[in-house]
């Protein structure tokens, strides 16, 4: 196996990939560039800035505030462009090079959008040297061109909540799913696909790169599904997917970063006490296996 988990230009074995590569090639191309920089940021901030080092601190991360900004945009980005794929399942006939585009674009993005969220929640480094710049940035505020200074006040107030909010990129994906009139059919149809496709390995078997994007892409179907407009648990595609869940309890996101399906399906509104039987493997279910 490879050593890395996420490779989001991975070469199609159990989907069938149609276009998808083409029509999120922009988000593929910068979705490396993000998962590096949020893999290796360390600390660029020395404790808490005092009256001489507030603008040394300001300068020093003016350039790491404006990645965090180009992140912020490239979340909404993948949200919309998910948001667009589920539109255009609508009425796609099942099986055709519209349908097979749409699928696995989605797919492709909805894994980006886990991957880059899970590194964005786990490195603390860049929300505590984000708290530095801004209390550094009110401090010396008056001193900076006004035009500067008002831009720089506007995007704080948003990265700040985007970067507070550990779900942040997931919670827009979802958001913006939402919106469209065919989500409930579009996800479903995409889960379908991602369980039929998993339920096929061919021979030899597929890369570890699709084969772990298809299951944290299918557990987060489960999760955008489920809210407002729908309980997900009642769909049957959404009680298909338990085999997956059972088999698949705890999913590689990158390097030794994992995450538990179970964990994230408890978080799911509809999610109630007495479920987890459902999506967890019984005593009998292992010694068959075994």
């Known amino acids: 196996m490879e050593d890395e988990a996420f490779d989001p230009s991975f070469e199609c074995a159990l989907l069938t990939d149609g276009s998808s590569k083409s029509v999120v090639a922009d988000v593929l191309i910068k979705s ?23 603008m040394p601190t300001y300068k020093t991360m003016k350039p790491e505030v404006q990645r965090i900004q180009a992140l912020h ?5 993948i949200a919309t462009s998910f ?6 399942l609508k009425g796609a006939e099942p099986g055709s090079d519209a349908f097979n585009t749409a699928t696995t674009a989605a797919i492709r993005l909805l894994d980006i959008a886990v991957v880059v969220n899970f590194m964005k929640m786990f490195n603390s480094s860049i929300m505590n040297d984000f708290a530095m710049f801004k209390r550094s940035f009110h401090q010396i505020r008056s ?19 985007f970067l507070a909010n550990p779900n942040s990129i997931i919670e827009g994906v979802k958001a913006a799913a939402e919106k469209e009139p065919s989500f409930e059919q579009s996800l479903s149809a995409i889960l379908e696909t991602i369980i039929t496709a998993l339920s096929n390995p061919p021979s030899p078997p597929p890369s570890v790169h699709e084969f772990n994007a298809l299951l944290r892409a299918g557990v987060y179907c489960v999760y955008i599904l489920d809210g407002q407009r729908c309980n997900a648990f009642k769909i049957k595609s ?5 085999n997956m869940v059972k088999m698949h309890p705890t999913i590689p996101v990158h390097g030794d970063l994992t995450l538990s399906a179970l964990v994230v399906l408890k978080s799911s509104p509809h999610w109630e006490e007495g479920m987890e039987k459902d999506w967890t493997q019984g005593e009998s279910e292992m010694c068959a296996i075994l």
Do not use: I, M
């Open 32 to 54: 490396s560039s993000f998962v590096s920089w949020l893999k290796t940021y360390k600390n660029k901030v020395a404790g808490v800035p005092s009256n001489d080092t507030y």
């Open 73 to 77: 945009d490239y979340a909404t980005s």
């Open 83 to 88: 948001s667009e794929q589920l539109g255009l």
């Open 143 to 161: 001193e900076l061109p006004a035009s500067e200074a008002e831009t720089v006040a506007n995007h704080s107030h948003a990265l700040h909540f």
């Open 238 to 242: 959404v009680r298909n997917a338990r």
